[in-house]
Every structure is written in structure tokens, then in C-alpha cells.
């Protein structure tokens, strides 16, 4: 006769690792779901934040906003190289970022426009007596009240345009990082719930085994 072979005993120790592993399961789910709350309500609170922000300045704008004006005064003002915005704001109020960044893009087009095309970089620092932007100190005209050389207005000009574009275009990219932080956030509650159910679920099973042994 063959000899049965003797049941295994179980093993004392297998109980408490499986509590331990079970118990961080259900911690990291309640944090990936915590997390993914938390990024929720910040993401939602920096874009309204934003919006709250731009509908204070109160922007509106201007007729000549659109694509085609936009592209007949390139084309009145010989700047071929300068392409005109595809969005629209004319008349409309600044009320989000999406907004605020195609403001912020016709802001750069009618700089453009009064500087004939040049930049900051582009344009001589003085004017002459005549009036015509030199780069020479030497050769530029001579403020008669403060005895300074006279600076030219039209870098003066790009510099605030510049600062007015780019406090918009912080605002859209504060409203894309908004909505990031949403995207985020829900893909983590969801991984965090996923994750607390599969746990329940192994903690259901070894119940279940425990219960039949």
C-alpha cells in the first residue's frame, strides 16, 4: 500500500504578510484617490483663478481683430512676412486664457505694424535731430530739458506690447496647466479606485480560501 502523503501544514507566518500587504493596498488607494481629489479642486480653482483674473482688466477686442483685417493692413503696410492670427477677438471680452493668448498674438501683429516690422533687437536706441532712429549716442538728438539723449519711442513701445503679451500668455499657460492638473487628478481617482477594488477583491478570495480550508 502507498503511503498517503501527510497534509502540509500552513505556514504561521503567510497570515500576517497577507494583512500587511492588504492594509498597503487599501493605503495607497486611499492616497492615489486623496491625490487624485486634491489635484482636482486645484486645477479647477487655478483656472477659475485665471478667469477671474483676465474679466477684471477688462479687454475687449478691438474691431480690426479678425484674420482677413488683420491680413489687409499686412498687406497695406508691405509686411509679407508677418503672419496675421488665425483666431478672432474682435469685439469679444478677454474672459480666459484661450482668449487672452489670441489678444496677446494681435498685441504683437499692431506692434509690428507701428514698428515696420522690427523688433526690440532690430530698432536703433535714439533719434536724431531729424527724427530718424540712430544707433550712435553721439549722433542722436539731445532731450533740451533734461539734456539726455533722445531714446526711441518705438522700442519703448515693443517693450510695453511685450509686457502686455506676455502677462496673457501667462494666463493661458496657467489655464492649460489648470487643466492638466484636472486630467491628472482623474486619472489618478480612477487608478486609486481601480486599485482599492482589485485589492478588496484578493481580500474577498483569501477570505473565501481561509473559510473553505
Not at 502523503?5 to 498597503?24: C, D, L, Y
Not at 469679444?92 to 506692434?111: E, L, M, N, P
Not at 549722433?139 to 506690447?161: C, I
Amino acid at each position: 500500500m502507498r503511503a498517503e502523503a501527510a497534509p502540509t501544514a500552513p505556514n504561521p507566518s503567510r497570515k500576517p504578510m497577507n494583512r500587511v500587504f492588504s492594509i498597503g493596498g487599501v493605503v495607497a488607494s486611499v492616497i492615489l484617490i486623496a491625490v487624485g481629489i486634491g489635484a482636482i479642486v486645484i486645477g479647477a480653482s487655478g483656472i477659475s483663478e485665471v478667469r477671474d483674473d483676465v474679466k477684471r482688466e477688462n479687454i475687449v477686442g478691438t474691431p480690426d481683430m479678425t484674420p482677413s483685417k488683420t491680413t489687409a493692413a499686412l498687406e497695406e503696410a508691405g509686411l509679407d512676412d508677418v503672419e496675421a492670427p488665425s483666431c478672432s477677438i474682435a469685439g469679444q471680452q478677454v474672459t480666459d486664457g484661450t482668449k487672452a493668448k489670441c489678444f496677446a498674438s494681435y498685441i504683437r501683429v499692431h506692434a509690428l505694424e507701428a514698428t515696420n516690422g522690427q523688433t526690440y533687437a532690430e530698432m536703433p536706441r535714439f533719434l536724431d535731430e531729424n527724427g530718424k532712429p540712430v544707433e550712435d549716442e553721439a549722433q542722436a538728438a539731445k532731450d533740451p530739458e533734461s539734456g539726455q539723449p533722445v531714446e526711441n519711442g518705438q522700442r519703448n513701445l515693443w517693450v510695453t506690447a511685450t509686457a502686455l503679451s506676455t502677462a496673457l500668455n501667462t494666463s493661458y499657460f496657467a489655464q492649460q496647466v489648470g487643466l492638466f492638473a484636472i486630467v491628472m487628478g482623474i486619472a489618478l481617482l480612477l487608478t486609486g479606485i481601480g486599485f482599492l477594488v482589485l485589492t478588496l477583491g484578493v481580500l474577498r478570495s483569501a477570505g473565501q480560501a481561509q473559510l473553505s480550508s
